[in-house]
């Protein structure tokens, strides 16, 4: 499986961006998906994932009620629909999919995309 990240740019706080991750492969829909960020300087952290199912959506609390991810197995794409950002949200934003799991941790998935960056000004 490959996977294509995109949809990041500049925006203002308090805007919005969809962030899109392209899957390539038939078994897309049978892997547990997320979403991870990396600030500058800092470590790469969760922001949310899924089941392959499209069920069990669970977020980190630094984004719960303004982030909100599903996925298109038709269409073999995860979104990360991000409302109400702030500064804090700027970071290199990666998709991650895995056949085995739905973790929180980075670690416990095999693909990563490349990663699209998002800058949101103050």
């Known amino acids: 499986v490959q996977l294509q990240a995109s949809g990041g740019g500049l925006v203002q706080a308090g805007g919005s961006l969809r962030l899109s991750c392209a899957a390539s492969?038939?078994?897309?829909?049978?892997?547990?998906m997320a979403w991870f960020r990396q600030a500058p300087g800092k470590e790469r952290e969760f922001v949310a994932r899924?089941?392959?199912?499209?069920?069990?959506?669970y977020y980190a609390d630094s984004v719960k009620g303004r982030f909100t991810i599903s996925r298109d197995n038709a269409n073999n794409t995860v979104y990360l629909q991000m409302n109400s950002l702030k500064f804090e949200d700027t970071a290199l934003y990666y998709c991650?999919?895995?056949?085995?799991?739905?973790?929180?941790?980075?670690?416990?998935?095999?693909?990563w995309g490349q990663g699209t960056l998002v800058t949101v000004s103050s």
């Open positions: 492969g038939r078994t897309f829909g049978s892997y547990g």
């Open positions: 991650a999919g895995d056949p085995n799991n739905y973790s929180i941790r980075a670690a416990m998935y095999r693909y």
């Open positions: 899924i089941r392959w199912s499209g069920g069990a959506p």
